[in-house]
């Protein structure tokens, strides 16, 4: 077995420079954390919609063509296949989103936003993006401040979407 390189520690605690980013981490990672939570809670207040279901419409209004497979929405979301096809039933079923075949792949569905769904969409967003204003400016962060923020978590992100570096022929403005 090879040996894994490990910390040097005192009475099992890591070293004080460990500490230190190990707080940095919790602190980030919590704060952020609680922060979607609030955002999701002011947008889910403004809008009757459940946070999964805002999520989903958030993302399409965020693609090409505003429409995703099935399989990606529930990679991207965290949700389960199962979860997925619950949240889109449900906002299918509201007259948001379709279903749609792909035209190469008969084992591919889509779900895209319907023109209604377009519209609640950007209503979630302007919503999102009032209650980031508000919460930002509460904080005493400042727009450019939170900008450099985000562009920074950016670079660390392992596995960036598509509209992680803002509006572009990926993502358009919205």
Known sequence: MADIARPESVGGCPKAEDAA???????????????????????????????????????LLTVPEHAAPMNQLSQLMGFSTAGTTKVVDRLCEAGLLERRASSSDRRVTYAALTPVGLSAAADASSALAAALRRRVAAAGVGADRFAALAADIALLDPAPGPCTAGPGPECPGV
């Open 21 to 59: 980013l190990l707080l940095q981490w919790h602190t980030m990672h919590s704060g952020l954390r609680r922060l979607s939570e609030q955002l999701l809670a002011d947008v889910e207040r403004a809008s009757h919609s459940a946070s999964s279901s805002l999520q989903v419409l958030w993302y």
